[in-house]
Each structure stands twice: as C-alpha cells, then as structure tokens.
Nanobody, 122 residues
C-alpha cells in the first residue's frame, strides 16, 4: 500500500515537499512515479525515479523546479516542489512499478496510492 502525504495550500512561488511511503511491502526494488490530475482532465506524468535512484525523469512543465528523490531505508519517495505555480494545483498520486523504463505511461505502473492535494494560490 502506498500513502501520499504532505500536500497543502501554498502561495505561488512557495515550496512544498510531498512524500510517498510504502507499507506492507518494500518497494526498494520498484521504480516510483508521481502523477497529477485536475478535475475533468487526464492524469499526467510529473516525475519518476528508478529503484536505485540513479535515473530520474521529469515532465517538461516541472523540469528545473521539481526534484524527485528516494530513501529506500525509509521506504519513502519524495517530490520537492519549488517555485510553485497556480497551474501546479492538482491531486498528486504516487505509483510504483516493478520494471524500470516507460516512466511516462501510467498504465505501466502496478501499485497506486491515494492522492495528496496540492493547491497553489496566485
């Protein structure tokens, strides 16, 4: 089971870190991705990290502002979000997959957590 936490309401330009923690099983050998969704739109890829942390991938819209990292000892993946914009407002989901690669495609992920709401006011 994946649990996302750390969402909240911030102002434009602020920073926020959200976390994804696994319980019940280790996901130290899983790649993990973050996706986000707003009502009426499809869920979109945000960032992903390989099981070792050696490979990361980002959507163009967040590149240079967001950083994904992981602590396998803590069974947790983080998404540090800086210079937040109102268009970053969304429900953020974390997901895990047992195979690396194809990070951008949500259908390749095996496990999903519930979302964490991030709201950025202008």
């Amino acid at each position: 089971q994946l649990q996302a936490s750390g969402g909240g309401l911030v102002q434009a330009g602020d920073s926020l870190r959200i976390s994804c923690t696994a319980s019940g099983r280790s996901f130290s050998r899983c790649a993990v991705g973050w996706f986000r969704q707003v009502p009426g739109k499809e869920r979109e890829f945000v960032a992903a990290i390989s099981w070792s942390g050696g490979t990361t991938a980002y959507a163009d819209s967040v590149k240079g502002r967001f950083t994904i990292s992981r602590d396998n000892a803590a069974n947790t993946v983080y998404l540090q979000m800086n210079s937040l914009k109102p268009e970053d407002t969304a429900l953020y989901y974390c997901a895990a997959k047992t195979y690396s690669g194809n990070y951008y495609y949500l259908e390749t992920y095996d496990y999903w957590g519930q979302g964490a709401q991030v709201t950025v006011s202008s």
